[in-house]
């Protein structure tokens, strides 16, 4: 099984500010199959990346992922009052799918 | 549209069985994997298992195998996931997803998610 570790637990920033989450994997994720989500309260999640590095349809471009093998990083280029909420990362190479254990973005 | 709608909440007794419903709308259901999956109340995401609308095969994490059942009804268009021998562990927001297309070669993340069923098992 992959493990997801993600850091930090809690990201604390103002808006306007600029958010870089991690996502470690525990063994290589080929072809980058690493996504990242985003959950509001009460709501189901949101696909932001998937492949690593594409942006899922309507996702504004203020969201990038990148990294490879088992490094893998979000980033928010200027938060907006509507970012703070919480993200997680998930493998989909290899069975069971995994997710990290989530990164909340709040306001500072 | 593309959608995924589930069953509405459920409280169970220990011991009791659930069963939850999901039907798809807006593309071919038997063109792509279900998955399910679980989050605790202020936990994380948990995958629980798939299923191939095509052909009903079903792969379960290790954890659930044993106590999950996922069918399907393609006359519907609706999967099914049924969790026995609730305990209060068992509490938590359960959720359907697409994923894959079948007879893909790529995998695909969760684009396409249910808007989740809350199960609550208490005596």
């Known amino acids: 099984e992959i493990v997801l570790t993600q850091s930090p637990g809690t990201l604390s920033l103002s808006p306007g500010e600029r958010a870089t989450l991690s996502c470690r994997a525990s063994q290589s994720v080929s072809s980058s199959q690493l996504a990242w989500y985003q959950q509001k309260p009460g709501q189901a999640p949101r696909l932001l990346i998937y492949g690593a590095s594409s942006r899922a349809t309507g996702v504004p471009d203020r969201f990038s992922g990148s990294g490879s093998g088992t490094d893998f990083t979000l980033t928010i280029s200027r938060l907006e009052p509507e970012d703070f909420v919480v993200y997680y990362c998930?493998?989909?190479?290899?069975?069971?799918?995994?997710f990290g254990g989530g990164t909340k973005v709040e306001i500072k | 549209q593309v959608q995924l709608v589930q069953s509405g909440a459920e409280v169970k007794k220990p011991g009791a069985s659930v069963k939850v419903s999901c039907k798809a709308s807006?593309?071919?259901?038997?063109?792509?994997?279900v998955h399910w999956l679980r989050q605790a109340p202020g936990q994380g995401l948990e995958w629980m298992a798939w299923?191939?609308?095509?052909?009903?095969?079903?792969n379960y994490a290790q954890k659930f195998q044993g106590r999950v059942t996922m069918t399907r009804d393609t006359s519907i268009t609706t999967a099914y996931m049924e969790l026995n021998s609730l305990t209060s562990d068992d509490t938590a927001v359960y959720y359907c997803a697409r994923g894959s297309e079948v007879g893909a070669t790529a995998k695909a993340a969760f684009e396409i998610w249910g808007q989740g069923t809350r199960v609550t098992v208490s005596s």
């Open positions: 807006g593309y071919t259901f038997t063109g792509y994997f």
């Open positions: 998930q493998q989909y190479d290899g069975s069971p799918r995994t």
């Open positions: 299923i191939n609308p095509s052909r009903g095969a079903t």
